[in-house]
């Protein structure tokens, strides 16, 4: 049996040492590294943001919207994050709950070992799958599913 690592991985010392060659193979060769020290009892990853962001692609929202008082109030709901964005019309509702979700974003990942240690911890790869997208682009990846399944029905 190989104990080869599936992961190609690196010494911490000798990534220190060679960085700019570590960065061009994760980079430019699409090759992420596991980089580990003290024999392996610490490893952190290093991957493109824009692989990992296609690797956590599966991790969809689902925001609800719901229409109020004739459809004068617009609530747009991402119930597993605890998010509710409120505005008079859906883009307003919309915008509200893209700067609701990346406040709590924020916050997750500011105090990263607290939520860590809570069930919050599951919120893990939406939140960096929305923290690796351009904010001008994180109010279509929360509704991307809704348009998919929207066009589908029609």
């Known amino acids: 049996m190989s104990t080869e690592p599936t992961l190609p991985s690196v010494d911490f010392s000798e990534a220190k ?21 003290h024999r392996g009892k610490e490893a952190m990853l290093l991957m493109r943001p824009d692989d990992l962001a296609r690797a956590l692609a599966s991790f969809r929202f689902d925001p609800q919207v719901v229409y109020a008082d004739g459809g004068q109030e ?24 893209v700067r609701e979700l990346r406040e709590y974003a924020q916050e997750f990942f500011a105090q990263f ?19 690796l997208t351009p904010p001008d682009r994180q109010a279509e990846l929360l509704i991307e599913d809704s348009r998919a399944a929207a066009g589908r029905a029609g």
Do not use: C, K, N
């Open 17 to 37: 040492a060679r960085l700019s060659d570590v960065m061009t193979s994760v980079f430019h060769q699409r090759q992420p590294r596991l980089i580990e020290r």
């Open 74 to 97: 617009v609530t747009v709901v991402l119930e597993q994050f605890g998010v509710l964005g409120f505005g008079a019309t859906f883009e307003a509702a919309l915008a509200d709950s």
């Open 113 to 131: 070992t607290f939520y860590s240690a809570t069930d919050r911890a599951a919120h893990l790869p939406w939140l960096l799958r929305f923290a």
